[in-house]
């Protein structure tokens, strides 16, 4: 069966500088997707970032970029120039590309030192 | 465009009362999930939908949940009888199918569902 692990259960960070949030799966499955979910207080999930696993480059999206290791099975979150607005729980999510349901981390409580 | 749409956003009921929690999905997506999220398990898949149909509902707790599609814009999920272990905030999710570049799906803002 498919795992996500998300080994941080809080980060911080100050406002402005670059933080990393750790993510690591487990499958015997070669092609599938990854994601990042942010879920502000608010409780909306909203998309962040995601990744085909059949791409080698990394995706990118405005300040977010994932460093995406297949073999280690490894999917992190690198958030620059930090903002107030950042603040949320971060979920890393897999999902096998013809299976249906996403496949959760247990969340990284992020807060954003201003 | 309208994002998915779930009602109520908040409900709170009373122990054996039965809840109607409802979803309208992005229009022409035609997959649809239920997933809950609690404390202690995190989130989780209840049930997904494939063009109205029920593909998965392992994730189903126990006979009080049943879920419905009746058409490609609208799914309930309903507990009966509730119980306070039902309190958690429920998603609806939708996407496209997987062949059509479905590989995202797209939250409703959550039913935060307290049973007292």
């Known amino acids: 069966a498919q795992t996500v692990t998300q080994s941080q259960p809080e980060m911080s960070v100050q406002e402005a500088e670059t933080v990393t949030l750790s993510c690591t799966y487990d499958t015997s499955e070669s092609d599938y997707y990854l994601f990042w979910y942010k879920q502000p207080p608010s409780r909306q999930m909203i998309l962040v970032i995601r990744q085909e696993a059949y791409k080698q480059q990394n995706a990118t999206e405005n300040r977010f970029s994932v460093n995406f290791q297949k073999a280690a099975k490894s999917f992190s979150l690198k958030i620059s120039d930090s903002q107030l607005g950042d603040a949320a729980m971060y979920f890393c999510a897999y999902r096998y590309r013809t299976g249906g349901k996403l496949i959760f981390g247990q969340g990284t409580e992020l807060s954003v030192k201003p | ?116």
Not at chain 2, 42 to 48: A, D, S, V
Not at chain 2, 71 to 94: G, H, M, W
Request: with cysteine; aromatic share 12%; glycine share 8%.
């Open chain 2, 1 to 116: 465009d309208a994002g998915v749409i779930q009602s109520p956003r908040h409900e709170v009921t009373e122990m054996g009362q039965e809840v109607t929690l409802r979803c309208k999905p992005i229009s022409g997506h035609d997959y649809l999930f239920w997933y809950r999220q609690t404390m202690m398990r995190g989130l989780e898949l209840l049930i997904y939908f494939n063009n109205n149909v029920p593909i998965d509902d392992s994730g189903m707790p126990e006979d009080r949940f049943s879920a419905k599609m009746p058409n490609a814009s609208f799914s309930t999920l309903k507990i009966q009888p509730s119980e306070p272990r039902d309190s958690a905030v429920y998603f609806c999710a939708s996407s496209f199918g997987y062949r059509t570049g479905g590989e995202t799906q797209y939250f409703g803002p959550g039913t935060r569902l307290l049973v007292l």
